[in-house]
């Protein structure tokens, strides 16, 4: 662990590494970035370097929206703080290290947008109460090459699920990827082919929220950027294809005691009151977690009935159509599977919502209700999620502990990125009820997520 930035100077010139490239994620899911000099670390790290408080409200066509430190702050800056833990050499650009940035205000306070922090308190609410959440982000992604001018998958054979090897990585782009992320140190332990053609993902060890969160974002940058330099494209939207299924981002979260305790499992295989909390207050704010875990247009074209993606607002034991299933492992590994996320989202807001709602159930001691069995999407016993952008949206809006907890200035800038999506889809698009994937999503939507 370095202890101030000429210890990092020192550290990283020893490894033959001349550049850190500085990263952070945006509201939308985003990787910016900045690379540094090695040999300027101190004076160019030491209060800085700034960013424009704008890149909160810039879209991925580059229009520049109104909000937090935008026009109406005179475009003012915001100033990054180099994470010294989070500092990693990247094994496929010798001389380079990503390092991760928290986001603060010129006077030092918090910035009330990043996603890093927002993250950081809701974990802090946690530890008022002498409970550590912990976290194993579970992601699916495409692997996708140019022909003749258009992103197509790289592999079409079906029913290769659970499947590696040259059937399913003929050039060996996957076992490289793997190579790379190891090497990078992000925990990640396991890869395969997943359901549909092309499709793959790759596992990470769970470990304590921020941390968690961390490596997700590492390792949703790595994978774009480790096949850019292949020739190919790693994409996490969650439908690219008609054709095929969608991609999803499967979130497994409990909590321990502050010593470390385990308090989701009674030692007896069932769930803790505490747990069942827990799912209840998911439950009760299902609705607008939707509008988080799902954040862009095309994410709503992989929802629905019959889909294998969550349809109610419901939870069962090892079900894979709930909202949450809780999956059969008992004792240490006894956890709550939320299943509503879609590849696109950013891994911090994913997290956070879904922790903040797991708080409400425990704070208030909400009740759990039944649980559902079986093919659940026909079990009109609990209530359908919302299915549009729009509704989401609305019932974020309207979820006043949401907005209290993650925060109004947060909520705004979201809100205002992503009705403007919405408005902007509505007018390009003939039919914008349309199931079908448009040229406008790939067009939005298939390089930068």
Request: aromatic fraction near 8%.
């Amino acid at each position: 662990m370095y202890t101030d930035l000429a210890d990092v100077r020192r550290g990283l010139s020893t490894q033959g590494v001349d550049m850190l490239r500085l990263i952070f994620p945006d509201v939308i899911g985003m990787t910016r970035s900045k690379d540094i000099m090695v040999s300027q670390l101190e004076r160019a790290a030491g209060h800085g370097p700034a960013f424009c408080q704008a890149t909160w409200m810039t879209t991925t066509r580059g229009d520049v929206l109104d909000g937090h430190g935008s026009f109406q702050d005179g475009l003012s800056d915001m100033v990054s703080h180099l994470d010294l833990g989070s500092i990693r050499p990247i094994p496929w650009v010798p001389g380079v290290a990503y390092g991760i940035a928290d986001i603060h205000e010129p006077d030092g306070s918090e910035n009330e947008i990043a996603p890093r922090s927002l993250l950081r308190r809701i974990v802090a609410k946690y530890a008022e109460l002498g409970l550590t959440p912990l976290v194993g982000p579970e992601l699916e992604f495409y692997i996708a090459e140019n022909r003749e001018g258009q992103w197509q998958r790289w592999l079409n054979k079906t029913g290769r699920v659970y499947m590696t090897g040259s059937q399913v990585d003929p050039d060996g782009t996957f076992l490289h990827l793997m190579r790379m992320i190891d090497q990078l140190g992000i925990g990640a332990f396991a890869g395969n082919h997943e359901f549909c053609p092309s499709q793959f993902e790759i596992n990470l060890w769970h470990g304590e929220a921020l941390d968690a969160a961390d490596r997700c974002f590492l390792l949703k940058s790595a994978v774009k950027d480790i096949l850019a330099q292949r020739g190919k494209l790693g994409t996490f939207i969650g439908k690219p294809w008609n054709d095929e299924g969608g991609s999803g981002f499967h979130l497994h979260f409990s909590v321990t005691s502050a010593q470390g305790d385990l308090v989701m499992d009674d030692g007896a295989g069932e769930l803790t009151k505490l747990a069942k909390h827990m799912i209840a207050g998911v439950l009760e704010h299902a609705p607008a977690m939707v509008a988080l875990c799902n954040p862009t247009i095309n994410a709503y074209k992989r929802l629905g009935p019959d889909t294998m993606a969550p349809y109610r607002a419901n939870w069962g034991y090892d079900n894979r159509t709930t909202f949450i299933r809780i999956p059969p492992e008992v004792g240490p590994g006894s956890r709550i599977e939320v299943r509503i996320g879609d590849g696109a989202a950013n891994p911090y807001l994913v997290i956070a919502v879904a922790l903040a709602a797991a708080l409400d159930g425990i704070v208030r001691e909400l009740e759990c209700p039944p649980h559902s069995t079986g093919w659940t999407y026909q079990d009109e016993s609990r209530p359908v999620l919302p299915m549009t952008f729009t509704d989401s949206l609305n019932a974020l809006r309207a979820d006043s502990f949401l907005v209290n907890l993650l925060g109004e200035p947060f909520v705004s800038a979201y809100e205002t990125m992503k009705r403007d999506e919405i408005k902007r889809y509505e007018e390009a698009v003939e039919d914008p009820t349309t199931r079908e994937v448009t040229q406008w999503e790939l067009d939005e939507y298939l390089l930068d997520f």
